[in-house]
């Protein structure tokens, strides 16, 4: 199919042409005591710095209040414990007192108020992180796996996604000017005036572009729903080979746009490990060449794709590395998810996987998240990753630390032995309200209590601890990947959900929409009797996205209109 891009520029891209350092007036509102909130613009160019304008919908009714959230870029999703210690120390002190892992492994300060946001991204950098190109029209955060129990490539892989996050990280001077310097870029000096990002050009990419790695045969990136993923392959001897490349996911569509739609990446080719950061740099130019610079609802690389084709993309991707790529080698995914409790790590010393819950750190009756990995983290220094699944992981502990650990955290009521359901456990939530500017439906603080129905209706059904993947988002952005889940539920209007049925376990195959509309009171009620099905008829071992495939998505072909004969 020949491209349908759109030939007049979006108002976007003419105003990130208007200022190529994405410096805008962000200083000088910064330095303004009177101005409660950022222009419309400004608001646009924060995005490149890894934050988001926002208002607290909750309060809407009384008068717009501005905050602020600020997003953190972490390849891989590794903090030191002195990195993780000064972000637990900066949420406390300038913004909800609560950290949020992203589904990206990255890590979101919410609530923050104009007047501290400066003290808030400077002291972020002091401790060697960055909030740089974490949101807006770049490359997003780069994947890897967090478990290190993943066989002996880990380190090498996540050695390869640092190499390709530093370079696509955009260079525009006006991040240190205004963050970490305190002043206005000089716009007088020709090097800024005339700046030019020599990896973005002037305008950056079309939309967001996403990056992950992934080992088989554990897929806890999701990698299918990436821009560009590499699934590292091992030789015989289990060193790393080279990397299947594939390209063209993502997840985000709108609601009555049938022109937007979710998609999983084609598998484009193998690579060896030294081409890694030229061909992820390639993949980023076809998208910033080729993506929709005229509508923005068709502007992600996946539209390229599949307006024209992967035999075109590899085509084209071959001949800007100037070489050609091997044929795909083959490789196996057998699951997604993270591992809990603890775990023995590929080097003999321990992890313990723990459980957050919608991926929010925080304290609360019971459950003092936030305080116990504080005082673990202080006493113990194990190293941080965050995981695709918004939890968290401490690593490096000697075997000879894990008692003590382990009561540590349980004094604070974290429970590293049982820390909930199956069903629980593989359940995701995207932020959405209050802070969500686009959420429909509420998703982080509505999906706890559904998942306690949903254990009421396994325990009646007789699934017990069945591990089914359910995923929420407020709106169809899809921020948590509904669209892979064995049940994907996305907002659709306030307390209305659409229901999608089908992913798999191994996260390589879309959900179909199997209710368009659904209340929140009403979603367990609607699936008791398909769970109720499905505990009758599945074969031995049959998952539920498996068995929906099986025996539901025949009934949607059956009632779905005829195709017109054209
Ligand atoms: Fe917001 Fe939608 Fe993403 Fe949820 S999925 S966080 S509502 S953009």
Known sequence: MMPTTSPKPSPNELLKASSPTLAGTIAQTLADPNADRFSDDDNQFLKSHGIYQQDDRDLRKTGKKFILMVRLRLPG???????????????????????RITSRQGLQFHGVVKSDLRALVKGINDALLTTLAACGDNS????????????????QVHQHARQVAAAISPSTPAYHSIWIDG????????K???????????????RK???????????????????????????????????????GGGMGRSHGNEATFPRVADLIGFLLPDKVVDVARAVLTIHRDFGDRGNRRHARLKYVLADRGAAWFREELERRLGCPLAEPR????????????????????RFLGLFVETGRIRDRDGWRMKTALRRVVEQFQPEIRLTPGNNLILANIAPEQQTAITQLLA?????????????????????????????????????????????????ETGLGDEEITIRMTGCPNGCARPYMAEIGLVGKAPARYQVYLGGNEASTRLNRLWRDVVKDADLVNELRPLLTRYARERSAGERFGDWCVRAVWPELAASAPPASAG
């Open 330 to 349: 083959p490789f196996n995914f057998e699951r997604q998810g993270d591992a809990f409790g603890w775990n023995r790590q590929a080097d003999g010393r």
């Open 209 to 247: 572009f996403k990056i992950g790695f992934a080992i088989p045969p554990l897929n806890d990136v999701d990698i299918f729903t990436n821009c560009c993923g590499f699934i590292a392959v091992a030789d015989a001897a289990g060193k790393l080979a080279g990397y299947n490349l594939t390209a």
């Open 192 to 206: 800024n005036r005339d700046f030019v990002d020599p990896l973005y050009g002037k305008t950056y990419l079309p």
């Open 411 to 459: 004094s604070h009521g974290v429970n590293a032995a049982d820390q909930g359901s199956r069903l629980r456990r593989a359940s995701m939530a995207c932020v959405s309200l209050p802070t969500c500017g686009l959420g429909l439906a509420e998703s982080e603080r509505y999906l706890p209590d559904l998942i306690t129905q949903f254990e009421t209706l396994l325990a």
């Open 77 to 99: 999703g590794v903090m030191t414990p002195a990195q993780y210690l000064v972000c637990d120390a900066l949420s406390t002190r300038y913004a909800s007192d609560t950290l």
């Open 140 to 155: 997003r955060n780069v994947m890897a796996p967090p478990s290190p129990a993943t066989n002996g490539l880990g380190e």
């Open 183 to 190: 002043v206005e870029l000089d716009l007088n000096d020709p």
